[in-house]
């Protein structure tokens, strides 16, 4: 059995979505007020512990963000959402891939899913296709990608240095 997490940062709503052997099992979007993003943060990562508890992903897979030489205003915070998240997952052992908007898989799911939610099942599906197609040696569609980032993320030693 394949457990993966699909996370789509936002500063407002931030999508989530599991998968287990490719099926969607659980989804939703953690919701934030009008505070600062630091606050957010907070929230966000309060939201994803219990995922993370309720679920041990095997992986999973975050979308970052991809600057295209514009100055926008949601640029920085939302790399700082997405870098905490990335961080809070490899802190709890979960290797994890960091994907650019363009990476994202383009299947349908149900309507009455957020964009928040499709995207993290489509992040979800990616990161799983790349498993898939590690293990069996094959050639992979982040393999075969232009992107910024298609590494996957492990934590290969503890803070202290050991492990």
């Not at 394949?2 to 979007?29: F, M, Q, Y």
């Not at 992986?59 to 949601?74: L, P």
């Not at 640029?75 to 870098?83: F, K, M, V, Y």
Request: charged share 20%; proline share 4%; aromatic share 6%.
């Amino acid at each position: 059995m394949l457990v993966v997490l699909g996370v789509d940062p936002g500063i407002r709503n931030t999508g989530w979505c599991i998968l287990v052997d490719g099926k969607a099992k659980e989804h939703g979007v953690i919701r934030t007020q009008r505070q600062s993003w630091v606050e957010c943060i907070a929230i966000i990562l309060r939201g994803l512990t219990k995922i993370i508890v309720d679920w041990n992903p095997d992986f999973a897979a975050v979308e970052h963000v991809a600057w295209y030489g514009r100055s926008r205003k949601i640029t920085l915070p939302l790399s700082h959402i997405a870098g905490a998240i990335t961080g809070s997952l490899l802190v709890n052992g979960i290797p994890t891939y960091c994907l650019i908007p363009s990476m994202k898989a383009k299947k349908k799911w149900p309507v009455k899913w957020s964009a928040h939610e499709v995207d993290a099942a489509n992040l979800a599906l990616v990161a799983e296709q790349q498993e898939s197609a590690r293990s069996a040696g094959e050639n992979s569609f982040l393999q075969r990608h232009l992107a910024v980032d298609k590494r996957k993320l492990s934590v290969v030693a503890n803070v202290d240095g050991t492990g």
